[in-house]
């Protein structure tokens, strides 16, 4: 049995082993309507259900209704699925040139240097990449750590989703920011963007944000790979920090690299060298269409629902985390 694919997304190696578990991880991962984009009633639906079936102890309700940050000097602890965040910033709901979506989810907190990252691309997309400014979607919770729904990593405060939909020429409502989507640029078939929506300045903000020293990785789709692969022209270096990833159709997911003399912080191996444009990405598309687009195989009525995981503790993250989770 080989693997069909595997990307590093901190702490935890995707690796798809069967059809039938490709099929379930990417369909989890991409749908009609990204997770990512569900308004305040359906996420405060969604949290309701997932507290009410989480034990006392379980670390993404001890890091999930926690409002605050931890009093305590900017740290991004453990690994980028597996971790916390002590002494994070929160980055202001407006600015000139980005404004901050879904505000209820309380996850505009990242470690300082993610915020400077993220200030820095919004002051400069209209300028550099034709871009108005930026949507800021989820960075992280107030103290990092595993969240009661959605992501598996954004857990130590260096990891940022940015819309792909520019900022409007006016302040959103609030409840614009809480209810509105954010576009779909792939293609109906997943092999491809969606020329109807596609521009070349997607593209730009994208590169924008590959070269800034700090970034590390950038998650885009598959078949959003596949157009910054035939639109980069003749500059290519930045093509390998972008990686195809399952989702990722209506934001694109930065990612820095740890912190300097942050002991506590565990990075990934650097991408490897190429643009990352030939027998990968071709790989990942297959599998996308694959999970999406054929049929799939009849559900047994007789099979067993699989046992859900145990929840994790705070036993189950770096010993850090403890003093992070009580400080006041």
């Known amino acids: 049995m080989r693997f069909l694919g595997r990307e590093n997304l901190g702490g935890r190696v995707l690796k798809v082993v069967t059809v039938l578990s490709l099929a379930a991880s990417a369909t989890a991962l991409i749908s009609a309507k990204s997770l990512a984009q569900q308004t305040q009633t359906e996420e405060m639906e969604r949290r309701a259900k997932v507290l009410q079936a989480l034990p006392p102890n379980a670390a993404k309700r001890i890091f999930g209704t926690n409002p605050a940050p931890a009093p305590l000097a900017a740290r991004a602890i453990g690994s980028f699925a597996r971790g916390c965040l002590a002494g994070a910033t929160a980055i202001p709901v407006d600015g000139d040139t980005w404004q901050v979506m879904r505000l209820s989810r309380n996850r505009m907190w990242g470690h300082p240097d993610l915020i400077r990252v993220v200030e820095r691309l919004a002051k400069a997309a209209p300028r550099e990449a034709n871009w108005r400014g930026l949507l800021v979607g989820d960075i992280s919770q107030p103290r990092g750590g595993p969240m009661l729904t959605g992501h598996a990593s954004h857990q130590i405060g260096l990891d940022a989703d940015i819309w ?73 270096e930045w093509l ?89």
């Open 164 to 236: 792909l939909t520019p900022m409007p020429n006016r302040r959103l409502t609030r409840d614009e920011r809480e209810n509105m989507s954010a576009t779909n640029i792939a293609r109906s078939d997943w092999m491809d963007v969606d020329p109807a929506v596609y521009t070349r300045s997607h593209l730009a903000i994208v590169r924008l944000a590959a070269k800034q020293p700090e970034v590390a990785r950038i998650f885009v789709n598959p078949a959003i790979k596949v157009a910054f692969c035939r639109d980069a022209g003749a500059d290519r």
């Open 240 to 328: 390998s920090k972008v990686r195809p990833m399952w989702g990722h159709n209506y934001h694109f997911h930065i990612r820095i690299a740890c912190p300097k003399n942050d002991a506590s912080c565990v990075d990934q191996p650097l991408p490897g060298d190429g643009d990352g444009c030939g027998d990968e990405l071709k790989d990942w598309l297959k599998k996308q269409y694959a999970a999406l687009m054929k049929p799939k195989p009849p559900r047994d009525p007789n099979a067993r629902p699989p046992k859900p995981p145990r929840p994790w503790t705070l036993d189950d993250l770096p010993a850090e985390c403890r003093e992070v989770a009580i400080a006041r």
